[in-house]
Nanobody, 119 residues
Framework: QVQLVESGGGLVQAGGSLRLSCAAS????????MSWFRQAPGKEREFVGDISWSGGITHYADSVKGRFTISGDNAKNTVFLQMNSLKPEDTAVYYCAARRVGVRDFASWGQGTQVTVSS
C-alpha cells in the first residue's frame, strides 16, 4: 500500500518562502510521477506541478512557474515543493499524489498540509 505524508506547511508573510515535503513509503517509486495539488476554501483543487522519479522532469502550473520548484530525493523517497515569493493567493491546503507513468488515475494521496500566506 502506497502511503504519502506531507509536512512543512505553516503561516508565512507575503514574499516569504516555505518548503513542503512529501514522504512516500510502501513501494519503490521509480516508475511513478509525483504531483502537487492545492485547494483553497471554496475553490476546486488545482494542479501545482509534478516530477517524474526516473528522469526528474518537472511541469508547473502557470500560476506558480518561476516561483515554485519541485525536486526529489530518491534515496529518501521524498519529494519537495520549494515555494518562494509567496502570495496571499497561494493560501491553500497542499496535497501530494502519486501515479504510475502512463496511468491517468492517482494511486495515492497524502492528507494535505495547510499553507497560509498573510498580506
Amino acid at each position: 500500500q502506497v502511503q504519502l505524508v506531507e509536512s512543512g506547511g505553516g503561516l508565512v508573510q507575503a514574499g516569504g518562502s516555505l518548503r513542503l515535503s512529501c514522504a512516500a513509503s510502501g513501494r519503490t517509486f521509480i516508475s511513478y510521477i509525483m504531483s502537487w495539488f492545492r485547494q483553497a476554501p471554496g475553490k476546486e483543487r488545482e494542479f501545482v506541478g509534478d516530477i517524474s522519479w526516473s528522469g526528474g522532469i518537472t511541469h508547473y502550473a502557470d500560476s506558480v512557474k518561476g516561483r515554485f520548484t519541485i525536486s526529489g530525493d530518491n534515496a529518501k523517497n521524498t519529494v519537495f515543493l520549494q515555494m518562494n515569493s509567496l502570495k496571499p493567493e497561494d493560501t491553500a491546503v497542499y496535497y501530494c499524489a502519486a501515479r504510475r507513468v502512463g496511468v491517468r488515475d492517482f494511486a495515492s494521496w497524502g492528507q494535505g498540509t495547510q499553507v497560509t500566506v498573510s498580506s
